[in-house]
């Protein structure tokens, strides 16, 4: 009789395999903290609604730089203390962590205020605006003994632990391919935030960071990043493609865009199965296991949820309750490498922020300054980061 092959072999092994259940602990059950937002805009209301929704964390105080902003968020929430200020917040007695929702060119500063004034800290992603940054909060909080935590929310979602579980047990076999994309048609409108770069606007740190982060806790630390990109009409970068290595070899194909609406989905692809994230992948989505044969052997389920920020929150209030200094899920030093990823990129598209404290590293071969342009050679740059 012959024996199977070992592709056969393979399938025989997959063919019962079955998705595990999550181990994401009930938002609901983390220490109640009390929580001040810094810069009550769209995803400060997200967030506040999630924490009312399905925590017992209480936002006790908000700041905005116009306390209208600020008494106008307080009321919609019942958050008791309203600021005209950013500082403000940090003078408030009460508060035992603060939640940075500013846009990306305030981050560092705040995030520092708060570090500085002792408070835990959540920080909008993308963390900074460049690795310069992450480093200096990262060594000031650990310096003032306090915790600090990219608001990475996907990380802490349910289906991210499915994800992290299969390749903990090797269900997938060898890994050699992942594929990730966030983009978006945004209205080209100079005075928003996704376009201003005055205030680290781009696709790249706005959306880009998803699947970059993404490809990082599955392959680990990139070895290498190959990347092109295509500038928008402000001069921040519209659209990014990167092929990224680990390691070992294996590749991460990603793509950010401000251009139009990509399927936003994930796919992470071994020598003996793959797992399919539905889009939006970066929010609670559902999981596939397929076999060889493209069958699908399993599929996880998110339970119905308004409010995927409550995770993110619950970690960081469990990890600070705890007198921890860092999540391990979302740990600082892989919140630098990603950023270090974004620097590389920028630094070969040309892209500095005005005011940035300190320019990102111009990656071997880069071809700095270029000007905004359509999808042509011009503004199309390939880098190669080792
Ligand atoms: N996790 C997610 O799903 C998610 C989704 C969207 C955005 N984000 C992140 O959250 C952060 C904020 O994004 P957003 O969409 O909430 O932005 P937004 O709606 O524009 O709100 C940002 C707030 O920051 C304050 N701010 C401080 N300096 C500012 C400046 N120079 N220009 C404009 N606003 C300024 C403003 O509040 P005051 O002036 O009242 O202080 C404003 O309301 C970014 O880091 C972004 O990447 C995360």
């Known amino acids: ?228 990109g295509t500038k928008a009409f402000t001069g921040v970068d519209g659209q990014v493609s990167v092929v990224a290595t680990n390691a070992g070899g294996a590749h991460a194909v990603l793509n950010t865009t401000l251009f139009g609406r990509t399927p936003t989905t994930a796919s992470i692809s071994g020598t003996r199965a793959r797992l399919e994230i539905d889009g939006p992948f970066y929010a609670p989505a559902a999981v596939r296991l397929i076999g060889p044969d493209h069958e699908v052997l399993d599929s996880f389920v998110p339970p119905r949820l308004n409010g995927g920020l409550c995770y993110e929150a619950a970690e960081a209030a469990r990890c600070a309750a705890a007198g921890a200094l860092e999540s391990e899920l979302m740990p600082l030093a892989e919140t630098l490498s990603v950023m270090r990823v974004l620097d590389g990129i920028r630094g070969d598209l040309g892209i500095t922020y005005p005011g940035e404290s300190r320019p990102p590293s111009t990656p071997l071969g880069a071809a700095p300054g270029c000007a905004p342009s359509t999808p042509s050679s011009q503004g199309v740059h390939p880098l190669h980061v080792l």
């Open 1 to 228: 009789m012959p024996q199977p092959s070992q592709a056969e072999g393979h399938v025989q092994d997959t063919a019962n395999a079955v998705l595990p259940a999550p181990r994401t602990p009930r938002p609901r059950d983390a220490p109640a903290l009390n929580w001040g937002v810094m810069a009550p805009g769209g995803i400060a209301a997200s967030f506040v609604e999630a924490l009312r929704a399905h925590t017992e964390q209480r936002v006790v105080a908000v700041g905005s730089r116009d306390l209208r902003r600020a008494r106008a968020f307080a009321d919609r929430f019942g958050i008791p203390a309203a600021y005209g200020s950013y500082a403000e917040v940090l003078h408030d007695q009460d508060v035992d962590i603060v939640y940075v929702a500013s846009p990306h060119s305030g981050h560092f500063e705040q995030a520092l205020a708060a570090i500085e004034a002792g408070r835990h800290v959540l920080v909008e992603k993308a963390f900074t605006r460049n690795a310069d940054e992450a480093e200096r909060l990262i060594a000031a909080a650990r310096e003032r003994g306090v915790f600090l935590m990219e608001a990475m929310w996907t990380r802490f979602l349910p289906h991210m632990d499915v994800v992290r579980q299969v390749l903990e047990t090797g269900l997938l076999g060898e890994v050699h391919t992942v594929m990730a994309d966030h983009g978006l048609p945004a209205k080209p409108d100079a005075g928003h935030r996704l376009f201003a770069p005055e205030l680290a606007g781009g696709a790249l740190l706005d959306l880009g960071v998803y699947p970059v982060s993404f490809a990082s806790m599955v392959l680990g630390p990139f070895a290498s990043v190959t990347a092109v």
